[in-house]
């Protein structure tokens, strides 16, 4: 579904950049949990923007597999729930505006989707300072999946909450994998998490992947240095 071939972005004016992204080739498909894992600074989050095509790649593709409205059939989670959501609006007017092209009737469509994320009808009055983190971040991945899409990006969206809200939206993202159909990429630094959710995981170091797993009878084998180094 999601093919990105030798994608490479550096920072900076003058010469030389700050090469961040060096030569990076993966793939998701069609109903599969991918996990991209790393430590901070390793590029993670600009590899999450270029893909969702907020910023644009110096080389390489980013191509989805798909005749559909990109941004309806891709969508992102970003780690900051809270900067990402106008703290002037109400949940409800959060959850109208990615639908503000839909026919139909908007709200019966997200009373219908609150249920999925585990909100009440009583969250669409309130405003983001007025819910928990994990409300905020239900709200997050409710907003994107409304429109249905087919891959949601999900960028370090458990790692500011605390570990039993983290397993909540985890069951979640697995429930919405299931019932939904849709393919998921987590990128994460939490290795307990990625090897709990993903089906396959791709390692970072230093803006390149160096090593790719498939996880087989629950864990994921590997043999570079710096991966076993952070699994351990």
Known sequence: MLNVEHLSKSYGRGKPKKAILQDI???????????IVG???SGKSTLARLIMRLESADEGTVSFATADDFYASCQIVFQNATAAMNPSWTVREILKEPLRKMKGDRDAHIREML???GLEEKHLARRPSELSGG?????????????????LVCDEIVSNLDRL???EIVELIQRLNREMGMAI????H???????LCD?????????????SVKRDGHFSFEHSYSLMLFE
């Open 25 to 35: 080739n993966l793939t998701v498909d069609e109903g599969e949990i991918v996990g």
């Open 39 to 41: 430590e901070s600074g």
């Open 115 to 117: 249920e999925k994320v």
């Open 135 to 151: 409300e905020r971040q239900r709200v997050n991945l409710l907003r994107s999946i409304l429109v249905e899409p087919k891959l």
């Open 165 to 167: 809200i983290q397993k």
């Open 185 to 188: 990429l987590f990128i994460s």
């Open 190 to 196: 939490d290795l307990k998490v990625v090897e709990h």
């Open 200 to 212: 396959r995981v791709y390692v970072m170091q230093g803006g390149r992947i160096i090593e790719e």
